[in-house]
Protein backbone atom coordinates (compact mmCIF):
# COMPACT_ATOMS: atom_id res chain seq x y z
CA UNK A 1 0.00 0.00 0.00
CA UNK A 2 0.96 3.40 -0.93
CA UNK A 3 1.42 5.84 2.16
CA UNK A 4 1.81 9.70 1.44
CA UNK A 5 4.97 9.34 3.88
CA UNK A 6 7.76 7.05 4.65
CA UNK A 7 7.98 8.17 7.93
CA UNK A 8 5.79 10.72 10.26
CA UNK A 9 7.02 12.22 13.18
CA UNK A 10 4.75 13.42 15.34
CA UNK A 11 6.26 16.07 17.73
CA UNK A 12 8.77 18.99 17.04
CA UNK A 13 11.30 18.40 20.58
CA UNK A 14 14.75 17.21 20.53
CA UNK A 15 14.14 13.85 19.53
CA UNK A 16 11.73 14.33 16.47
CA UNK A 17 13.09 16.95 15.40
CA UNK A 18 16.33 14.94 15.31
CA UNK A 19 14.78 11.81 14.10
CA UNK A 20 13.03 13.39 10.85
CA UNK A 21 15.89 15.68 10.20
CA UNK A 22 18.22 12.57 9.76
CA UNK A 23 15.57 10.14 8.13
CA UNK A 24 14.89 12.96 5.43
CA UNK A 25 18.62 13.49 4.79
CA UNK A 26 18.75 9.52 3.93
CA UNK A 27 16.17 10.49 1.33
CA UNK A 28 12.99 9.31 3.11
CA UNK A 29 9.82 10.99 2.54
CA UNK A 30 8.98 12.78 5.65
CA UNK A 31 6.33 14.75 7.56
CA UNK A 32 6.66 16.20 11.08
CA UNK A 33 4.25 17.81 13.18
CA UNK A 34 5.08 20.44 15.65
CA UNK A 35 1.54 22.17 17.65
CA UNK A 36 3.62 24.73 20.23
CA UNK A 37 7.29 25.32 19.26
CA UNK A 38 10.20 24.08 17.57
CA UNK A 39 12.47 22.74 19.21
CA UNK A 40 10.22 21.90 21.95
CA UNK A 41 10.65 21.73 25.63
CA UNK A 42 14.76 22.00 26.10
CA UNK A 43 14.63 24.82 23.30
CA UNK A 44 11.40 26.88 24.43
CA UNK A 45 10.88 26.21 28.52
CA UNK A 46 13.88 23.81 29.80
CA UNK A 47 17.60 23.33 29.24
CA UNK A 48 18.64 26.59 26.81
CA UNK A 49 16.28 29.57 28.55
CA UNK A 50 16.93 27.83 32.38
CA UNK A 51 20.93 27.71 31.54
CA UNK A 52 20.53 31.48 30.33
CA UNK A 53 18.88 32.51 33.24
CA UNK A 54 21.08 30.77 35.07
CA UNK A 55 24.59 32.94 33.87
CA UNK A 56 22.18 36.16 34.88
CA UNK A 57 21.92 34.68 38.21
CA UNK A 58 25.70 34.17 38.61
CA UNK A 59 26.35 37.95 37.38
CA UNK A 60 25.35 39.32 40.29
CA UNK A 61 27.42 37.27 42.94
CA UNK A 62 30.82 37.66 40.93
CA UNK A 63 30.31 40.92 40.89
CA UNK A 64 30.34 40.75 44.28
CA UNK A 65 33.06 38.29 44.12
CA UNK A 66 35.31 41.01 42.09
CA UNK A 67 35.60 43.31 45.52
CA UNK A 68 38.68 40.56 46.91
CA UNK A 69 40.40 41.75 43.23
CA UNK A 70 40.19 45.07 43.48
CA UNK A 71 37.01 46.07 41.44
CA UNK A 72 34.70 48.34 43.04
CA UNK A 73 31.55 47.14 41.19
CA UNK A 74 28.72 49.13 43.21
CA UNK A 75 25.62 46.93 44.00
CA UNK A 76 23.70 46.58 40.81
CA UNK A 77 20.29 46.10 40.19
CA UNK A 78 18.72 43.11 38.03
CA UNK A 79 16.07 43.70 35.32
CA UNK A 80 13.96 40.86 34.98
CA UNK A 81 12.02 42.42 31.83
CA UNK A 82 15.65 43.23 30.23
CA UNK A 83 16.84 39.00 30.89
CA UNK A 84 12.97 37.78 29.60
CA UNK A 85 13.17 40.33 26.47
CA UNK A 86 16.70 39.22 25.55
CA UNK A 87 15.93 35.15 25.84
CA UNK A 88 12.98 35.29 24.21
CA UNK A 89 14.52 37.18 21.06
CA UNK A 90 17.45 34.18 21.18
CA UNK A 91 14.85 31.50 21.61
CA UNK A 92 12.97 32.84 18.31
CA UNK A 93 16.51 32.68 16.60
CA UNK A 94 16.47 29.06 17.75
CA UNK A 95 12.84 28.35 16.70
CA UNK A 96 13.52 29.18 13.31
CA UNK A 97 16.91 27.02 13.13
CA UNK A 98 15.02 24.38 14.14
CA UNK A 99 12.36 24.69 11.97
CA UNK A 100 14.75 25.61 8.70
CA UNK A 101 16.96 22.04 9.41
CA UNK A 102 13.72 20.63 8.83
CA UNK A 103 12.81 22.20 5.89
CA UNK A 104 16.75 22.10 4.27
CA UNK A 105 16.70 18.43 5.00
CA UNK A 106 13.22 17.88 2.62
CA UNK A 107 10.64 17.38 5.94
CA UNK A 108 7.13 18.52 5.23
CA UNK A 109 6.50 20.57 8.26
CA UNK A 110 2.87 20.88 9.98
CA UNK A 111 2.25 23.20 12.26
CA UNK A 112 -0.59 21.79 14.27
CA UNK A 113 -1.17 18.79 16.50
CA UNK A 114 -1.19 15.55 15.48
CA UNK A 115 -2.96 12.23 16.41
CA UNK A 116 -4.26 8.59 15.46
CA UNK A 117 -7.02 7.64 13.75
CA UNK A 118 -5.71 4.52 13.07
CA UNK A 119 -2.27 2.77 13.22
CA UNK A 120 -1.30 4.23 10.20
CA UNK A 121 -3.66 6.99 9.40
CA UNK A 122 -3.39 10.36 11.59
CA UNK A 123 -5.59 13.68 11.38
CA UNK A 124 -2.93 16.22 11.40
CA UNK A 125 -4.72 19.41 11.93
CA UNK A 126 -7.66 18.55 10.21
CA UNK A 127 -6.01 16.71 7.09
CA UNK A 128 -6.15 13.26 6.60
CA UNK A 129 -2.29 11.74 6.28
CA UNK A 130 -0.80 8.27 6.27
CA UNK A 131 2.73 6.60 7.01
CA UNK A 132 4.74 3.54 6.63
CA UNK A 133 6.10 4.32 9.80
CA UNK A 134 4.91 6.56 12.80
CA UNK A 135 6.86 7.89 15.74
CA UNK A 136 5.35 9.55 18.68
CA UNK A 137 8.39 11.82 20.37
CA UNK A 138 5.69 13.95 21.76
CA UNK A 139 8.03 14.51 25.20
CA UNK A 140 6.23 15.18 28.49
CA UNK A 141 4.41 18.21 30.47
CA UNK A 142 4.55 19.92 33.96
CA UNK A 143 1.42 18.98 36.38
CA UNK A 144 -0.44 20.98 39.14
CA UNK A 145 -0.09 19.16 42.39
CA UNK A 146 -3.02 17.73 43.73
CA UNK A 147 -2.96 19.18 47.29
CA UNK A 148 -6.01 21.34 48.42
CA UNK A 149 -4.80 25.25 46.39
CA UNK A 150 -2.32 23.58 43.57
CA UNK A 151 -3.99 25.85 40.96
CA UNK A 152 -2.30 28.30 43.10
CA UNK A 153 0.79 27.18 41.74
CA UNK A 154 2.73 27.96 38.84
CA UNK A 155 5.14 25.13 36.70
CA UNK A 156 8.30 25.05 35.29
CA UNK A 157 6.47 26.29 31.55
CA UNK A 158 5.22 29.42 33.48
CA UNK A 159 7.94 30.32 35.00
CA UNK A 160 9.92 31.52 32.08
CA UNK A 161 7.47 34.09 31.34
CA UNK A 162 6.49 36.17 34.57
CA UNK A 163 6.60 39.68 33.92
CA UNK A 164 8.62 40.31 36.98
CA UNK A 165 10.65 38.58 39.31
CA UNK A 166 8.79 37.88 42.77
CA UNK A 167 10.45 39.07 45.73
CA UNK A 168 9.24 35.41 48.35
CA UNK A 169 9.49 32.49 46.74
CA UNK A 170 8.47 29.20 47.43
CA UNK A 171 9.53 26.08 45.39
CA UNK A 172 8.17 23.09 45.32
CA UNK A 173 10.32 19.78 44.86
CA UNK A 174 13.23 18.64 45.39
CA UNK A 175 14.36 17.50 42.11
CA UNK A 176 16.87 19.26 39.79
CA UNK A 177 14.30 22.06 38.33
CA UNK A 178 13.67 23.04 42.04
CA UNK A 179 16.60 23.44 42.90
CA UNK A 180 18.14 25.46 39.70
CA UNK A 181 15.03 27.80 40.05
CA UNK A 182 15.59 28.11 43.41
CA UNK A 183 19.25 28.90 42.58
CA UNK A 184 17.92 31.18 39.54
CA UNK A 185 15.07 32.98 42.15
CA UNK A 186 18.05 33.62 44.78
CA UNK A 187 20.41 34.40 42.88
CA UNK A 188 18.74 37.46 41.38
CA UNK A 189 17.43 38.72 44.88
CA UNK A 190 14.47 37.07 45.60
CA UNK A 191 13.98 35.20 49.03
CA UNK A 192 13.62 31.63 48.36
CA UNK A 193 11.91 28.42 50.71
CA UNK A 194 12.59 25.13 49.01
CA UNK A 195 9.90 22.27 50.06
CA UNK A 196 11.28 18.99 49.77
CA UNK A 197 10.09 15.66 50.91
CA UNK A 198 13.35 13.88 50.97
CA UNK A 199 15.33 14.95 53.42
CA UNK A 200 18.47 15.84 50.88
CA UNK A 201 17.89 17.21 47.07
CA UNK A 202 17.74 15.33 44.03
CA UNK A 203 17.58 11.87 45.26
CA UNK A 204 19.31 9.09 43.37
CA UNK A 205 22.27 11.07 42.98
CA UNK A 206 25.52 10.34 45.07
CA UNK A 207 24.59 11.16 49.11
CA UNK A 208 27.96 13.09 49.21
CA UNK A 209 26.72 14.62 45.63
CA UNK A 210 23.48 15.76 47.88
CA UNK A 211 24.78 17.34 51.29
CA UNK A 212 27.27 19.55 49.16
CA UNK A 213 24.21 20.85 47.72
CA UNK A 214 22.52 21.48 50.42
CA UNK A 215 25.65 23.20 52.43
CA UNK A 216 25.65 25.07 48.84
CA UNK A 217 22.04 25.88 48.56
CA UNK A 218 21.99 26.96 52.40
CA UNK A 219 25.36 29.47 52.00
CA UNK A 220 23.01 31.17 48.79
CA UNK A 221 20.83 32.11 51.34
CA UNK A 222 17.91 29.77 50.26
CA UNK A 223 16.03 28.63 53.40
CA UNK A 224 15.92 24.70 53.07
CA UNK A 225 12.61 22.70 54.27
CA UNK A 226 13.64 19.26 54.59
CA UNK A 227 11.26 15.95 55.48
CA UNK A 228 8.52 18.14 54.36
CA UNK A 229 5.22 18.10 52.14
CA UNK A 230 3.32 20.91 50.95
CA UNK A 231 -0.81 20.81 53.12
CA UNK A 232 -1.99 23.38 51.32
CA UNK A 233 -1.45 26.63 49.23
CA UNK A 234 -4.31 29.03 49.74
CA UNK A 235 -4.79 32.56 47.19
CA UNK A 236 -5.08 35.79 49.80
CA UNK A 237 -5.21 38.54 47.56
CA UNK A 238 -2.23 38.87 45.06
CA UNK A 239 0.04 36.70 47.47
CA UNK A 240 0.22 33.05 48.66
CA UNK A 241 0.08 31.36 51.71
CA UNK A 242 1.71 27.74 51.92
CA UNK A 243 1.07 25.81 54.42
CA UNK A 244 3.72 23.17 55.12
CA UNK A 245 3.39 19.37 56.84
CA UNK A 246 5.43 20.72 59.85
CA UNK A 247 2.62 23.36 60.56
CA UNK A 248 5.33 25.93 59.20
CA UNK A 249 3.65 28.78 57.03
CA UNK A 250 5.35 30.82 54.56
CA UNK A 251 3.93 33.88 52.87
CA UNK A 252 4.92 34.19 49.23
CA UNK A 253 4.75 36.26 46.38
CA UNK A 254 4.78 32.96 43.52
CA UNK A 255 4.18 28.95 44.07
CA UNK A 256 6.64 26.78 41.73
CA UNK A 257 5.79 23.70 41.83
CA UNK A 258 8.51 21.65 40.50
CA UNK A 259 6.95 17.89 41.84
CA UNK A 260 7.04 15.96 38.56
CA UNK A 261 6.20 15.77 35.13
CA UNK A 262 4.18 13.69 32.76
CA UNK A 263 4.26 11.71 29.59
CA UNK A 264 2.42 13.91 27.17
CA UNK A 265 0.37 11.28 25.75
CA UNK A 266 -3.33 12.39 26.44
CA UNK A 267 -5.34 12.84 23.30
CA UNK A 268 -2.79 11.39 20.87
CA UNK A 269 -5.36 8.80 20.45
CA UNK A 270 -2.83 5.66 21.04
CA UNK A 271 -5.86 3.56 21.77
CA UNK A 272 -6.91 4.09 17.91
CA UNK A 273 -3.85 3.17 16.89
CA UNK A 274 -3.00 -0.06 19.25
CA UNK A 275 -0.40 1.90 21.23
CA UNK A 276 -0.01 0.35 24.79
CA UNK A 277 1.26 2.88 28.05
CA UNK A 278 2.38 1.96 31.29
CA UNK A 279 0.13 3.70 34.29
CA UNK A 280 1.69 6.66 34.01
CA UNK A 281 0.83 7.16 30.49
CA UNK A 282 4.61 6.74 29.15
CA UNK A 283 4.42 4.51 25.74
CA UNK A 284 6.09 1.33 26.36
CA UNK A 285 9.01 0.88 23.90
CA UNK A 286 11.67 -2.36 23.57
CA UNK A 287 15.51 -1.52 23.13
CA UNK A 288 14.73 -0.85 19.54
CA UNK A 289 12.61 1.57 20.30
CA UNK A 290 9.34 0.18 18.72
CA UNK A 291 6.33 0.43 20.96
CA UNK A 292 3.51 -2.62 21.08
CA UNK A 293 2.88 -1.99 17.49
CA UNK A 294 5.64 -2.89 14.80
CA UNK A 295 5.97 -0.16 12.63
CA UNK A 296 5.26 2.71 15.32
CA UNK A 297 8.06 3.81 17.37
CA UNK A 298 8.26 5.91 20.58
CA UNK A 299 11.74 8.32 21.52
CA UNK A 300 12.63 10.73 23.81
CA UNK A 301 10.39 12.01 27.44
CA UNK A 302 7.48 10.11 25.75
CA UNK A 303 9.11 7.26 27.10
CA UNK A 304 9.87 8.81 30.18
CA UNK A 305 12.88 6.41 30.92
CA UNK A 306 16.55 9.04 30.82
CA UNK A 307 14.70 12.14 30.46
CA UNK A 308 17.29 14.26 28.93
CA UNK A 309 17.81 16.21 25.82
CA UNK A 310 20.95 14.54 24.67
CA UNK A 311 19.35 10.91 24.94
CA UNK A 312 16.44 12.18 23.39
CA UNK A 313 18.43 13.30 20.36
CA UNK A 314 20.56 10.58 20.60
CA UNK A 315 17.38 7.91 20.16
CA UNK A 316 15.72 10.10 17.37
CA UNK A 317 19.21 10.19 15.69
CA UNK A 318 19.96 6.31 16.12
CA UNK A 319 16.07 5.34 15.37
CA UNK A 320 16.45 7.01 11.82
CA UNK A 321 20.02 5.67 11.04
CA UNK A 322 18.30 2.06 11.51
CA UNK A 323 15.30 2.93 9.43
CA UNK A 324 16.51 4.67 6.59
CA UNK A 325 20.48 4.88 7.09
CA UNK A 326 23.20 2.36 6.63
CA UNK A 327 22.38 0.71 10.35
CA UNK A 328 22.22 1.53 14.07
CA UNK A 329 24.31 4.00 15.27
CA UNK A 330 25.63 2.98 18.58
CA UNK A 331 25.40 5.26 22.25
CA UNK A 332 26.57 4.50 25.35
CA UNK A 333 23.26 4.91 27.08
CA UNK A 334 24.23 2.77 30.37
CA UNK A 335 26.54 5.58 31.50
CA UNK A 336 25.38 9.09 30.59
CA UNK A 337 26.71 12.01 32.00
CA UNK A 338 24.47 14.67 34.12
CA UNK A 339 24.14 17.98 35.32
CA UNK A 340 22.59 20.31 37.56
CA UNK A 341 23.01 24.13 36.68
CA UNK A 342 22.79 24.44 40.50
CA UNK A 343 24.88 27.37 41.80
CA UNK A 344 27.24 26.08 42.06
CA UNK A 345 26.69 23.65 39.41
CA UNK A 346 27.03 19.85 39.67
CA UNK A 347 27.64 16.87 37.79
CA UNK A 348 27.90 13.14 37.57
CA UNK A 349 28.83 10.26 35.81
CA UNK A 350 28.70 6.53 36.54
CA UNK A 351 27.77 5.01 40.30
CA UNK A 352 26.82 6.48 42.91
CA UNK A 353 28.84 5.30 45.97
CA UNK A 354 25.85 3.21 47.08
CA UNK A 355 24.84 1.67 44.14
CA UNK A 356 28.48 0.70 43.65
CA UNK A 357 28.66 -0.93 47.38
CA UNK A 358 25.84 -2.82 46.18
CA UNK A 359 27.24 -4.59 43.72
CA UNK A 360 30.52 -5.29 45.79
CA UNK A 361 33.70 -3.63 47.64
CA UNK A 362 34.38 0.15 46.59
CA UNK A 363 37.28 2.21 47.06
CA UNK A 364 35.83 5.94 47.37
CA UNK A 365 38.15 8.39 47.29
CA UNK A 366 36.98 12.12 47.95
CA UNK A 367 38.19 15.93 48.37
CA UNK A 368 36.66 19.23 49.42
CA UNK A 369 38.46 22.70 49.19
CA UNK A 370 37.74 26.12 48.94
CA UNK A 371 38.21 27.09 44.93
CA UNK A 372 41.37 29.55 44.44
CA UNK A 373 38.67 32.02 43.29
CA UNK A 374 36.74 32.51 46.87
CA UNK A 375 40.25 32.22 48.59
CA UNK A 376 40.25 36.09 47.23
CA UNK A 377 36.12 36.74 46.81
CA UNK A 378 35.83 35.62 50.19
CA UNK A 379 32.46 34.23 49.17
CA UNK A 380 31.66 31.06 51.29
CA UNK A 381 31.82 28.38 48.17
CA UNK A 382 33.48 24.82 48.67
CA UNK A 383 34.03 22.20 45.26
CA UNK A 384 33.73 18.81 45.93
CA UNK A 385 35.48 15.91 43.56
CA UNK A 386 34.39 12.43 44.50
CA UNK A 387 35.39 8.94 42.45
CA UNK A 388 34.30 5.75 43.44
CA UNK A 389 36.74 2.67 42.36
CA UNK A 390 35.54 -0.94 41.76
CA UNK A 391 38.03 -2.57 44.53
CA UNK A 392 38.58 -6.00 42.50
CA UNK A 393 39.49 -4.16 38.74
CA UNK A 394 40.17 -0.59 39.84
CA UNK A 395 37.79 0.29 37.07
CA UNK A 396 36.33 3.96 37.80
CA UNK A 397 32.84 3.50 38.42
CA UNK A 398 31.41 7.21 38.91
CA UNK A 399 33.10 10.38 38.99
CA UNK A 400 30.96 13.06 40.99
CA UNK A 401 31.64 17.00 41.56
CA UNK A 402 30.07 19.99 43.01
CA UNK A 403 31.99 23.29 42.05
CA UNK A 404 32.67 25.96 39.51
CA UNK A 405 32.72 23.98 35.79
CA UNK A 406 31.55 20.71 37.00
CA UNK A 407 29.30 20.15 33.95
CA UNK A 408 32.46 21.29 31.73
CA UNK A 409 34.72 19.12 33.46
CA UNK A 410 32.36 16.21 33.67
CA UNK A 411 31.71 15.86 30.00
CA UNK A 412 35.98 15.11 29.78
CA UNK A 413 35.92 12.58 32.49
CA UNK A 414 32.33 10.52 31.12
CA UNK A 415 34.67 9.72 27.92
CA UNK A 416 37.56 8.10 30.24
CA UNK A 417 34.71 6.31 32.35
CA UNK A 418 32.70 4.91 29.33
CA UNK A 419 36.13 3.54 28.12
CA UNK A 420 36.43 1.77 31.26
CA UNK A 421 39.77 3.54 32.81
CA UNK A 422 41.29 2.86 36.07
CA UNK A 423 42.47 4.37 39.41
CA UNK A 424 45.99 3.91 37.82
CA UNK A 425 44.69 5.73 34.38
CA UNK A 426 43.60 8.60 36.53
CA UNK A 427 46.60 8.82 38.26
CA UNK A 428 49.09 8.24 35.51
CA UNK A 429 47.59 11.76 33.86
CA UNK A 430 49.52 15.00 34.46
CA UNK A 431 46.90 17.25 35.17
CA UNK A 432 46.54 21.06 34.21
CA UNK A 433 47.62 23.32 36.70
CA UNK A 434 45.89 25.56 38.42
CA UNK A 435 42.87 24.10 38.57
CA UNK A 436 39.83 22.13 39.71
CA UNK A 437 39.96 19.80 37.09
CA UNK A 438 43.16 18.66 38.45
CA UNK A 439 42.19 16.65 41.38
CA UNK A 440 40.77 14.46 39.59
CA UNK A 441 43.78 12.95 38.58
CA UNK A 442 45.81 13.78 41.86
CA UNK A 443 43.07 11.75 44.43
CA UNK A 444 45.70 9.61 45.92
CA UNK A 445 44.42 9.08 49.43
CA UNK A 446 41.55 6.37 49.78
CA UNK A 447 38.79 8.00 52.10
CA UNK A 448 37.10 5.08 52.95
CA UNK A 449 35.84 1.58 51.61
CA UNK A 450 32.40 1.16 50.68
CA UNK A 451 30.34 -2.17 50.35
CA UNK A 452 32.14 -4.25 53.21
CA UNK A 453 35.44 -5.25 52.46
CA UNK A 454 38.73 -4.88 54.36
CA UNK A 455 41.71 -4.38 51.86
C1 LIG B 1 12.81 23.27 33.15
C2 LIG B 1 13.53 22.15 32.44
C3 LIG B 1 14.91 22.16 32.38
C4 LIG B 1 15.58 21.13 31.72
N1 LIG B 1 16.95 21.16 31.70
C5 LIG B 1 17.62 20.18 31.06
C6 LIG B 1 19.04 20.21 30.99
O1 LIG B 1 19.69 21.12 31.52
N2 LIG B 1 19.67 19.23 30.33
C7 LIG B 1 18.99 18.20 29.73
O2 LIG B 1 19.60 17.32 29.13
N3 LIG B 1 17.63 18.14 29.79
C8 LIG B 1 16.94 19.11 30.44
N4 LIG B 1 15.57 19.06 30.47
C9 LIG B 1 14.88 17.92 29.85
C10 LIG B 1 14.77 18.11 28.33
O3 LIG B 1 14.16 19.34 28.06
C11 LIG B 1 13.95 16.97 27.75
O4 LIG B 1 14.56 15.74 28.10
C12 LIG B 1 13.89 17.07 26.22
O5 LIG B 1 13.34 18.28 25.81
C13 LIG B 1 13.04 15.90 25.67
O6 LIG B 1 12.88 16.04 24.30
P1 LIG B 1 11.63 15.37 23.57
O7 LIG B 1 11.84 15.64 22.12
O8 LIG B 1 11.46 13.99 24.02
O9 LIG B 1 10.36 16.18 24.08
P2 LIG B 1 10.00 17.71 23.97
O10 LIG B 1 11.21 18.54 23.84
O11 LIG B 1 9.07 17.99 25.09
O12 LIG B 1 9.25 17.84 22.56
C14 LIG B 1 7.97 17.31 22.36
C15 LIG B 1 7.25 18.21 21.40
O13 LIG B 1 6.06 17.56 20.95
C16 LIG B 1 5.04 18.54 20.77
N5 LIG B 1 3.76 17.83 20.82
C17 LIG B 1 3.21 17.17 21.87
N6 LIG B 1 2.05 16.57 21.48
C18 LIG B 1 1.89 16.88 20.17
C19 LIG B 1 0.90 16.53 19.21
N7 LIG B 1 -0.14 15.76 19.53
N8 LIG B 1 1.03 17.03 17.94
C20 LIG B 1 2.07 17.81 17.60
N9 LIG B 1 3.06 18.15 18.48
C21 LIG B 1 2.96 17.68 19.73
C22 LIG B 1 5.26 19.48 21.94
O14 LIG B 1 4.69 20.76 21.68
C23 LIG B 1 6.77 19.52 22.03
O15 LIG B 1 7.32 20.61 21.32
C24 LIG B 1 14.86 20.09 31.11
C25 LIG B 1 13.46 20.07 31.15
C26 LIG B 1 12.79 21.09 31.81
C27 LIG B 1 11.31 21.09 31.86
Redesign the pocket.
Known sequence: MAYDFDLFV???????VRCARIAAGHGARVGV?????WG???VN???VP??LMVMAAEYGAAARDSHGFGWDFPPGHHHWPTLIANKDREIARLNVVYRTLLESAGARIFET???FLDAHTLDVGGERVSAGRIVI????R?QLPAFPGGEHCIV?DDAFFLKDRPQRVVLLGGGY?AVEFACIFAGLGSQVDLVLRQPLPLRGFDEDLRLALAEALAANGIRLHPGTVTESVQAVGGARRVTLSDGTVLDADLVFSALG?MP?TE??GLEYAGVATDGHGAVRVDAELRTSQQHIYA????TNRL????V?TAEGHALAEALFGPGPRQWALDKVAT?V?ASPPLATVGLTEAAAAARGPADIYLTRFTPMRHALSGRPRKTFMKLVVDQRTQVVLGAHMLGEDAPEIMQGLSIAINCGATKADFDRTVGIHPTAAEEFVTLRTRARVAGGSTT
Open positions: IGGGSAGAERRFGTCVGCKKTAGATGGPSIRQGLIGDVNLTPAAF
